[in-house]
């Protein structure tokens, strides 16, 4: 009868071990077992990056990367896209259950009610630059929020965690606005709370003179579908970041400005704006040869295609390139959107990506949408981290509450020089 677990002989003392395998993985507890001396430390896992390791047990997101399946609380990404909203997909994350029209209603009320920011969120932007990033507006005014919040440190407080909860969710659309509008000098629009979710983050964003903004219904639609396929998923470079910070029990908001740091970067999600870069230096179709070329020569990467976890067709991607047509419906055609398509058409048939098991990812198609709608490119990680602040809070409240987590302190192999006297200054060189 087959085990469940391995045995490990360790041919240094011909010493077998055998580890239990739970969950497909086995917990490296048991190779500090695996000793010469009674007095070593055992042995431990060398993963740069933690490619190949687990570092919590969750129920929030689940991916199949090599099927192209993205779940979240088991609902299929494509069900809830079709028929949820991104307020009802932030209340199953952090419930793990859909809600009752009464939940729903109370969970929207509750997050309306926390969109405001203090007026000194104010004097803080305007010490910014005009061309300041946005995004670096976005992860500086995150963490300064936690100033203005002292009781979010008493993390363990459920009643005083959920208000942190409503209010990250609830300001994060206002602080984005609010970087918006200072780059470009505008004053800032206050919530209207009359409006959905969405429709007020655009009435803050674009509102110019009109008495009260009146979104498209098209454009509100499609970007509550782009916010919930940006909701959440799993241990990305930003949740990791938010759930490492977080476990030394620092207050959501600054853990939050970790993720969102963590974010910024062009290999995670900066990457949107950086396809549109790169479809901008491309210029035009009959390009795309040459800027194949170039990558597979290793002269740069193809931006928006390729995942840690996805082999196979990120199926956000896929939802995203059917909702381009019905916003350039309204916006008109983004004359990029030509060569993406191509783009991707001559990758997916290239042994090199093949091989490499690149597709599209969720930042190959998004970048286009946003820029129709009217965001400017640097803008896009903002937009990213809107929805993923629902997620990174979700894996917040779910690693401080699970009695396996404790502060995250990793191991490392030491290579440096060994033991040596401190030599005077006067006899180096
Ligand atoms: C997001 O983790 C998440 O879930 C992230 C995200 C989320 O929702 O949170 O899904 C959002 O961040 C999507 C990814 C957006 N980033 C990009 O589009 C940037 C371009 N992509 C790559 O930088 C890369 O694909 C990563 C960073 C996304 C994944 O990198 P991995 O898993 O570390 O893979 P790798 O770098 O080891 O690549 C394996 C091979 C390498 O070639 P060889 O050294 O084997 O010859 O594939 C090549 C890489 O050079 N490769 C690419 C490539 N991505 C990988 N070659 C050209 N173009 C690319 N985009």
Redesign the pocket.
């Known amino acids: 009868m087959s085990k469940n677990s391995l045995s490990i002989t360790d041919n240094r003392t011909g010493k077998i071990y055998e580890v239990p395998i739970e969950n497909e993985t086995i917990n490296t507890k048991y190779l500090r077992e695996i000793k010469i001396n009674p007095t070593d430390l055992g042995l431990l896992t060398y993963d740069p990056?933690f490619?190949n390791t687990s570092i919590c047990k969750s129920t929030i997101t689940y991916?199949d990367g090599d099927n192209g399946i993205l779940e979240h609380c088991g609902y299929p990404i494509e069900e809830l896209a079709e028929q949820s909203t991104f307020l009802e997909t932030a209340y199953l994350i952090l419930h793990r259950q859909l809600p009752t029209k009464n939940e729903l209603d109370k969970w929207i009320n509750d997050i309306t009610l926390h969109t405001f920011i203090h007026e000194n969120v104010k004097k803080l932007m305007e010490g910014f630059r005009y061309d300041a990033h946005p995004m670096g507006m976005f992860v500086s005014t995150l963490a300064a929020l936690s100033t203005f919040y002292p009781e979010a440190k008493l993390i363990f407080d459920e009643e005083l965690r959920r208000k942190q909860i409503l209010r990250l969710i609830g300001k994060v659309p206002t602080v984005a606005a609010f970087a918006y509008r200072h780059t470009k000098g505008m004053p800032y629009v206050y919530p209207d709370n009359d409006l959905s979710f969405v429709g007020n983050y655009l009435n803050m964003m674009f509102k110019i003179a009109e008495l009260r903004y009146k979104p498209h219904p098209v454009l509100e639609k499609a970007l509550d579908i782009l916010f919930i396929l940006?909701i959440?998923?799993?241990?990305?470079?930003?949740?990791t970041a938010m759930r490492v910070v977080g476990s030394s029990h620092a207050d959501p908001f600054s853990a939050a400005a970790a993720a969102a740091a963590a974010?910024y970067g062009?290999?995670?999600?900066?990457?949107?704006e950086?396809?549109l870069t790169m479809l901008d230096q491309i210029g035009s179709i009959n390009n795309i040869p040459q800027f194949i070329k170039t990558?597979?020569d290793?002269k740069?990467?193809?931006?928006?295609?390729?995942?840690?976890?996805?082999k196979n067709y990120?199926p956000?991607a896929r939802i995203i390139k059917k909702l381009a047509d019905q916003v350039f419906d309204i916006t008109g055609r983004n004359p990029k959107l030509e060569i993406a398509l191509e783009l991707e058409r001559i990758a997916l048939q290239d042994e090199?990506?093949i091989k490499?098991?690149?597709y599209p990812?969720?930042?190959?198609y998004s970048g286009l949408i946003y820029k129709a709608m009217g965001f400017p490119t640097d803008f896009f990680p903002v937009l990213?981290a809107i929805p993923?602040t629902a997620g990174w809070i979700s894996h917040w409240q779910e690693m401080i509450l699970d009695p396996e987590q404790k502060i995250a302190r990793p191991r490392q192999i030491y290579l440096g020089s060994q033991k040596r006297k401190y030599t005077p200054i006067s006899r180096r060189g």
């Open positions: 990056a490619v991916i940006h959440d998923h799993e241990q990305n470079c930003s949740t974010l062009p290999l995670h999600g900066g990457a949107n950086a396809v990558v597979k290793g740069g990467k193809l931006m928006g295609f390729g995942h840690r976890v996805y990120d956000r090199y990506f490499r098991k690149l990812n969720v930042d190959f990213f993923r």
